[in-house]
C-alpha cells in the first residue's frame, strides 16, 4: 500500500476522532479566512505553515502560484478565483512563491523548457517579473537573481489579481486585503511584500500590529 494510502486508513482511525466535531460542522458549510495561492512544490504544507484547520484556507495550487491576467477565457484559477471572492467573500488573498521553486528556475531559463512545452507557455505569465529582474540586477549572479525573480513573481501575480473584476470590485469597495509572501523552505521564514517601503519584511515585522492585538485579545489566547 502506498505511504499515503496507509495515511488515510491512520487518519480515520486516530486523527478523525479527535476533530469529529470540527468535521461535522464543516459539513455544513465553509467559511474560509483566505484565497491562498500557492505553487504545487510538494514541499510547501499550506496548513503546517500557517497553523490552520480545514475550512479555514481556500487554496488554488499551480506550477509558479501564478494568475493569469484576467480574459475571457475561462480557467481554472480564473474560475476558483470568481468563487472564493464573489462567493464566499473571502477577506484575504494570498500568493506565496517559495525558495528554490522550479518553475521559477525555467522562467529564469526557458531554452531549457524545450521538452515541456505547456510549462514553458505557462510560465509566460511571469516574463515580466523576469524582465524587472533583468532589469535592476543585470549583474547579479544566480542565487540573488532567483531570490528577486521569487519576489518580483509574486509582486507582478498581485498586480494580476487585480485585473479580475471580482477582485477590483472587492478592493473598491475596500473589503479585501491581498498579501504577496515568500515561504523559505530550508529556515521556515516567511517574509512579506510590504508596498510601503517597496521590498519583502519578515512576517512578524510586517504583522507586527495584528500580532499585537492577538495577543491582547482573551478569546484568541493561546
Ligand atoms: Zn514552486
Not at 522562467?107 to 517579473?129: K, T
Not at 524587472?132 to 531570490?147: L, S
Request: charged residues 20%; hydrophobic residues 40%.
Amino acid at each position: 500500500m502506498p505511504h499515503f494510502a496507509a495515511g488515510v486508513v491512520r487518519f480515520q482511525n486516530t486523527v478523525y476522532p479527535e476533530k469529529k466535531e470540527l468535521f461535522e460542522r464543516l459539513s455544513e458549510g465553509q467559511s474560509p479566512e483566505a484565497l491562498f495561492i500557492t505553487c504545487s512544490d510538494s514541499r510547501i504544507e499550506t496548513a503546517m505553515i500557517t497553523q490552520t484547520d480545514p475550512g479555514e484556507l481556500f487554496i488554488c495550487r499551480n506550477a509558479g502560484n501564478i494568475v493569469p491576467p484576467h480574459t475571457h477565457h475561462t480557467g481554472g484559477m480564473t474560475a476558483s478565483i470568481e468563487f472564493a471572492v464573489a462567493a464566499l467573500q473571502v477577506p484575504h488573498i494570498v500568493v506565496c512563491g517559495h525558495t528554490e521553486c522550479g518553475a521559477m528556475k525555467g522562467a529564469m531559463n526557458p531554452e531549457g523548457l524545450n521538452s515541456l512545452p505547456h510549462v514553458r507557455e505557462w510560465l509566460g505569465y511571469s516574463r515580466a517579473a523576469v524582465d524587472i529582474v533583468n532589469e535592476i540586477a543585470p549583474d547579479a549572479g544566480d542565487d540573488e537573481r532567483i531570490k528577486l525573480l521569487l519576489e518580483q513573481n509574486v509582486v507582478l501575480q498581485l498586480q494580476h489579481l487585480r485585473t479580475h473584476p471580482s477582485v477590483a470590485a472587492r478592493l473598491a469597495k475596500g473589503d479585501l486585503t491581498l498579501h504577496g509572501w515568500i515561504y523559505d523552505i530550508k529556515s521556515g521564514g516567511v517574509t512579506v511584500w510590504d508596498e510601503s517601503v517597496n521590498t519583502f519584511v519578515p512576517v512578524d515585522e510586517r504583522y507586527a500590529k495584528e500580532i499585537a492585538s492577538l495577543a491582547h485579545d482573551p478569546g484568541c489566547a493561546a
